[in-house]
C-alpha cells in the first residue's frame, strides 16, 4: 500500500539523514470529472485514471493527504524522495461513482473540493455521497467556495461589494461543510484557479491553504496562498507527459515575489532571478497556445520572459521549465488572468 501515515516519530533522524540533499517536493493532481461521457475538457477518461494511478503505484510514489504534504512540503521537511496528492474539484457526481473505489483499491488517499450550493444537483454528489467518502480514511472535504463564482474583484466592483461577496462565498462553504460534514480544514481551491492580491489577502487572514490550476510542484518557495496543481484532464493527463510532471520539483525561486497575475499590459511580462548555479542557458519557458517562447537576460542578470504576442483568452500561462538532478525538471507556472475578458 502506497498510502502510509507519516513517520512522525522518525521524522527529525530521518530529516537530518536528508539534509544534505534536495528536500522532497510535492506534486498535486488536478481533476474534474472521472468519465466517458462529461465534457473533454474537464473529464478524464475511466481508463485513463486507472492508467495513472497505476503509474502512479508502479514509479513507487508516496500518495498523500494534501494538507499534510503541503505544510512539510512548504517547510522543507518532506522525507519522502517526491509526494504526489490527488484532488478534485466541484464534487462531480462521476467520482463518486468512478474514481473513489478505484482510489480505494490502491489504497491512495484524495481531496474533493465542493462548491457548497451545487451539492444535490444533476451530475453533483449529494450531501449523503459526500459524507459516506468523508468517513473513509485518507479521505478530505475542503472548500471550493459557496457559488463557484470567479472571486478576483471584477472592473468596476465597489470594494465593499466585493468584500461582502468573497466572504459569503468563502465563509458560508466554510460553515456548510462543518455544519453538514463535521469538516473545517484550512484549505480552498479557487473556482476557474481565478485569484488576484487582495483575495490572496483574505486567504492569510484565515490561514488557509489556496490551490489554483496552474501546473508545477510545491516547495519551499511556494506561496502557501496560490499552490500550483498539475490538470489532469484528458488532454493534459496523458502517460507519455505524466512521469515527468509527477517527478517534477519546485522551481528554486521565491513565488511569494511573483505577480497576482491581473494583468495590466497585453502580453504581460515576467522577471525573476535564477540561483547562482543556474546559468540561463539551459531555462526553458512556454506560454499558452505559442510553445516556447524567448526570453531576456538583463544586464543585471534577471530574466524576463514576455510573449511575443498578445493573448486572447481570460486565462493563460507562462510555464518555466529547468533540468533538474536524475532526469527530473524544476517546473514554475505563472497565471494570468485578464478581467477585460468574459466571465466562463
Known amino acids: 500500500m502506497i498510502y502510509r501515515r507519516f513517520l512522525n516519530a522518525l521524522r527529525p533522524a530521518l530529516f537530518l539523514l536528508v539534509a544534505t540533499q534536495a528536500s522532497a517536493d510535492l506534486v498535486v493532481l488536478q481533476y474534474h470529472h472521472v468519465s466517458d461521457s462529461t465534457p473533454s475538457s474537464t473529464s478524464t477518461s475511466r481508463s485513463l485514471f486507472e492508467a495513472q494511478l497505476r503509474m502512479i503505484s508502479d514509479m513507487a510514489l508516496e500518495v498523500a493527504p494534501l494538507e499534510t504534504a503541503t505544510r512539510e512540503a512548504l517547510a522543507g521537511e518532506a522525507t519522502d524522495e517526491q509526494l504526489v496528492a490527488i484532488t478534485f474539484d466541484d464534487a462531480y457526481e462521476s467520482v463518486y461513482a468512478n474514481a473513489a473505489s478505484l482510489l480505494e483499491s490502491f489504497g491512495f488517499p484524495y481531496t474533493v473540493f465542493v462548491n457548497t450550493e451545487a451539492v444535490g444537483r444533476h451530475g453533483y ?3 449523503e ?111 507519455d507527459s505524466l512521469k515527468d510532471k509527477l517527478r517534477s520539483k ?13 494583468i495590466q499590459r497585453n502580453p504581460p511580462k515576467l522577471t525573476f532571478t535564477l540561483p547562482e548555479s543556474m546559468p540561463p542557458s539551459r531555462l526553458t519557458c512556454f506560454a499558452s497556445g505559442m510553445g516556447a517562447i524567448d526570453f531576456e537576460v538583463t544586464d543585471k542578470g534577471m530574466i524576463e520572459v514576455m510573449a511575443p504576442k498578445s493573448f486572447s483568452s481570460r486565462r493563460f500561462r507562462y510555464n518555466c521549465t529547468y533540468p533538474a538532478n536524475s532526469g527530473r525538471f524544476y517546473w514554475m507556472s505563472q497565471q494570468w488572468l485578464d478581467l477585460a475578458q468574459p466571465e466562463d
Open 129 to 239: 455521497q459526500l459524507s459516506e467518502i468523508g468517513a473513509k480514511q485518507g479521505v478530505t472535504l475542503a472548500n471550493h467556495s459557496a457559488d463557484h463564482g470567479h472571486l478576483a474583484r471584477k472592473p468596476g466592483e465597489a470594494a465593499a461589494g466585493w468584500e461582502s461577496r468573497v466572504q459569503s462565498s468563502l465563509d458560508d462553504a466554510q460553515a456548510a461543510l462543518k455544519q453538514r460534514l463535521g469538516t473545517n480544514v484550512p484549505m480552498v481551491a479557487y473556482p476557474y484557479g481565478e485569484f488576484d492580491g487582495a483575495l490572496l489577502e483574505k486567504i492569510s487572514d484565515r490561514r488557509w491553504y489556496g490551490y489554483g490550476q496552474q501546473s508545477g510542484a510545491i516547495g519551499k518557495d511556494s506561496d502557501p496562498r496560490r499552490l500550483p496543481r498539475f490538470p489532469m484532464a484528458n488532454a493534459y493527463g496523458q502517460l
Open 250 to 262: 519546485a522551481f528554486p525561486v521565491d513565488t511569494r515575489q511573483f505577480p497576482d497575475g491581473i
Open 125 to 127: 454528489m449529494t450531501w
